[in-house]
Nanobody, 129 residues
Framework: QVQLVESGGGSVQAGGSLRLSCAASEYTYSPDCMGWFRQAPGKEREGVAVIYTPAGRLYYADSVKGRFTISQDNAKNTVYLQMNSLKPEDTAMYYC??????????????????????WGQGTQVTVSS
């Protein structure tokens, strides 16, 4: 059973930056898609950014474009989310997820929660104004 372990969350003032990391427990595990999702209190979980790993294609939710950057380190089997210019509305629990198929390369399927095979436990990001 693959485990995804997130780290890097914390509290920051508006305009600040944080970098989240997500490492897969199985070194040989190579999912086609890895992504970041978030869930704010009282709201549904939503997609933030995903990477189609075979081609390195990056996809973002409109709300974070130009501020967040997803990247991968294949040698470490790790995915990162660099978050800049943070806003109070970015406050949420952030989850890493992995998908065995290549469905994230399709716009209509990219952030479908039920299509992801593995999820991390989440890391809290709090942005104060």
């Amino acid at each position: 059973q693959v485990q995804l372990v997130e780290s890097g969350g914390g509290s920051v003032q508006a305009g600040g930056s944080l970098r989240l990391s997500c490492a897969a427990s199985e070194y040989t595990y190579s999912p086609d898609c890895m992504g970041w999702f978030r869930q704010a209190p009282g709201k549904e979980r939503e997609g933030v950014a995903v990477i189609y790993t075979p081609a390195g294609r990056l996809y973002y939710a409109d709300s974070v474009k130009g501020r967040f950057t997803i990247s991968q380190d294949n040698a470490k089997n790790t995915v990162y989310l660099q978050m800049n210019s943070l806003k109070p509305e970015d406050t949420a629990m952030y989850y890493c997820a992995a998908q065995n198929g290549a469905l994230c390369d399709y716009a209509s399927l990219r952030f479908r929660l039920d299509l992801y095979n593995y999820w991390g436990q989440g890391t809290q990001v709090t942005v104060s104004s």
